[in-house]
């Protein structure tokens, strides 16, 4: 998932995508917790995900507000 891929979704789109990426990240960590994953790499990747999405959203706010 690229920047330039999230740009193009409306922030209702961007938030419901927030929303799953971080119920995918909760349910990882819990059966992380439980045993071991085969790819703990996914639990990063995750993360990442959410943070481009979030600073997408943002950009998207800022230029909704100011014009």
């Known amino acids: ?14 938030v419901a995508k927030e929303k799953d990426l ?9 059966q992380h917790g439980i045993r071991p ?3 703990t790499a996914k639990l ?6 959410i943070a481009r999405v979030k600073t997408v959203v943002g950009e998207k706010r800022k230029t ?4």
């Open 1 to 14: 998932m690229k920047a330039s891929e999230l740009r193009g979704l409306t922030v209702a789109d961007l």
């Open 22 to 30: 971080a119920e995918e990240l909760f349910k990882l960590k819990f």
């Open 37 to 39: 994953l085969e790819n």
């Open 44 to 49: 990063g990747q995750l993360k990442k995900h």
């Open 64 to 67: 909704e507000a100011a014009g």
